[in-house]
């Protein structure tokens, strides 16, 4: 079982996510939070900050703020505890490194991260009803893309 992760520094998390928003350009707030996402995605995939806990929250965050902006699907909310409960069971199984997309380890479960994916889904879900004026919820709209890895 992995080492329980070192603490977030919630106010670091912030600050990425605000510095990396205001520099993206889109035509849309969930454009700009794609665009965000795609830059921490990249910096985090480098041998200087795959580490880096901060980056990997405000990551974790940006992706879930994205997914449920796109696809206005409340079942984002639950996509970043069902995550870790994967990372838990490939960390038991010793077999995490099957979950990683860089050639860098991949972290340790960690509730922080789970904390920041929701707080993501959150404000994406909002997105999606300030952008979507009466549309609703989309039950399901982020379930292809969950499965699939896609965006």
């Known amino acids: 079982m ?3 992760m070192p603490y977030i520094n919630d ?4 600050r990425i996510i605000n510095e990396e928003i205001a520099k ?12 965000a996402f795609r830059t921490l995605q990249r910096r985090r995939r480098t041998s200087r900050e795959w580490n880096n806990l901060e980056l990997a929250a405000a990551e974790h965050y940006m992706y879930a703020r994205f997914l449920a902006g796109r696809t206005g699907d409340p079942l984002v909310l639950s996509s970043p505890d069902l995550y870790d409960k994967k990372k838990q069971v490939f960390f038991a199984l010793d077999i995490q490194d099957a979950m990683t997309t860089s050639p860098y380890p991949c972290l340790p479960p960690s509730p922080d991260m789970v904390r920041w994916g929701k707080t993501g889904a959150n404000v994406g879900l909002s997105d999606f009803l300030m952008a979507n004026p009466g549309k609703g919820y989309q039950n399901g709209a982020a379930l292809k893309p969950l499965v699939s890895g896609s965006y």
Request: charged share 10%; glycine share 6%.
């Open 2 to 4: 992995a080492a329980p």
């Open 24 to 35: 993206a350009t889109g035509a849309t707030t969930t454009d700009k939070v794609y665009q």
């Open 11 to 14: 106010a670091q998390v912030n």
